[in-house]
């Protein structure tokens, strides 16, 4: 793995294949691994950048974590490597962090975001329910970060530009309704919601993102 060392934070990162460069932001408790399959397939194609956000992997534990700020990360990141017509990759705290650096840069000009939410209570009412009841317990900063952000507004997603694509499972912790609404307030932005699948069952070691973001990719090219 490699180092940068972006906003008072080392941030870890492996770096595989040749082409055009793909960021994949991982979710919340997790690290870049959970990509591990997504990977084989696209390095053939792309110079695809696995970074461990902020407190998770190798990175640098902080002990508070806030959306905005792993966004600034990711926007640090791109810069320090001089990344331009990035594709980012995010799921789940993954796509929240996309969203928000989307907004903010236009190095990133393709974006696909996986069962993103803008505000805590874009979760389905159990989940959230849960993550309170285990936070109330175990006073995690991670748990504490998902049910008391994000809080992405309308105007902040309207300024995204870069081609977007919004994915979901059909049985998504987050709402379908937020999905949507997301998906709405954003350019020209695409949606898929895949029929069978959770929140995590097609990113986590799973081959079926990959194929997501090659046709996503692909077509993007083709309509250029």
């Known amino acids: 793995m490699e180092r940068l060392h972006i906003n008072h934070v080392d941030i870890w990162y492996e770096k ?75 799921f789940s705290d993954g796509g929240i962090i996309g969203l928000l650096a989307a907004a903010e840069t236009e190095r990133i000009t393709s974006l696909i975001a996986c069962g993103a939410n803008t505000r805590p209570e874009g979760f389905h009412r159990r989940y959230l329910t849960g993550m309170r009841i285990l936070h109330f317990f175990g006073r995690s900063p991670l748990v504490r970060l998902m049910i008391r952000e994000p809080d992405i507004r309308d105007d902040e997603l309207a300024r995204i530009h870069a081609d977007t694509l919004i994915v979901a499972g059909e049985h998504d912790m987050v709402r379908k309704s937020e999905t949507d609404h997301i998906a709405g307030a954003i350019p020209g932005a695409g949606k898929v919601i895949l029929s069978g699948e959770s929140h995590a069952s097609y990113v986590v070691h799973s081959e079926k993102l990959a194929g997501i973001i090659l046709d996503f990719l692909s077509e993007e090219q083709n309509g250029s």
């Open 16 to 90: 595989t294949g040749q082409g055009r460069p793909v960021i994949l932001i991982h979710g919340n408790g997790e690290d870049h691994t959970i990509f591990d399959r997504t990977v084989r397939v696209l390095e053939e194609r792309f110079t695809c950048y696995l970074p461990d956000s902020r407190g998770h992997g190798k990175s640098r534990w902080t002990g508070e974590f806030h959306y905005r700020d792993m966004a600034g990360d990711l926007i640090s990141f791109l810069e320090a490597l001089n990344l331009r017509n990035a594709a980012v990759v995010g």
